[in-house]
């Protein structure tokens, strides 16, 4: 491929790893990864509330992966409260999960910037071996790509299974308990998941230049091992 192109391909591949770690670091501050709705159990209950009498029972939520705000709704109209999870809900969340997915958001951000950085590297530069040249790239985007999943994956099974929304909804309440009534993912989720998929695409954009993936044997040294192989 003509150096120009490989030029256009590596910039344009910068350009993507680098609004992909704005795009995480804007979507670490917000609380638009989750939203939904609480049930007020224990007040429906008292009023033995159906149908339409439900929705005075039916509160909103949403949260991030700092902070969030909930409205609480006990048939007497909605009370919004603010809640953090640093340090106030780390008692009852699965913290481990918790601070696992803030660890890889933040080597997401890293390893993205440093993916935009060497990619506009060997736009305009004179790329080193190994992990400065394609073999670097290929590391970077991996690195990258990896964390994107690995958040994804945590920050799941942080919420369905070990029903985050639930803990958060029933902090500090003694007397009423909360239930999950619906939510969904916001937002910020999907911004980690179209993240993953272009670092993926910058894997794929390397190839396109022309460079081989790692560790890919050429056809070159597959022939001439065969040819020794014949004079034995």
Known sequence: ???QQKKIIF?????LSFACALGTAAAVGTQLWVRGTVLCKTGALLVNATGQELDKFIGEIQYGLFYGERVRQCGLGGRPLQFSFFPDLLKVIPASIHVSVVLFCTVLIVFALVGAGFFM???FGSPYETLHGPVGLYLWSFIACSCGCLIMILFSSEVKVHHLSEKIANFREG?????THSEGFA???WTILVCSLVHFLNALLIRVAGFDFPFSKSKDSGTVTGAVDLMY
């Open 1 to 3: 491929m003509p150096a």
């Open 11 to 15: 910039c344009v591949a910068g350009v």
């Open 121 to 123: 590297f060997n736009a």
């Open 175 to 179: 007397s009423f308990t909360f239930k």
């Open 187 to 189: 937002s910020s989720f």
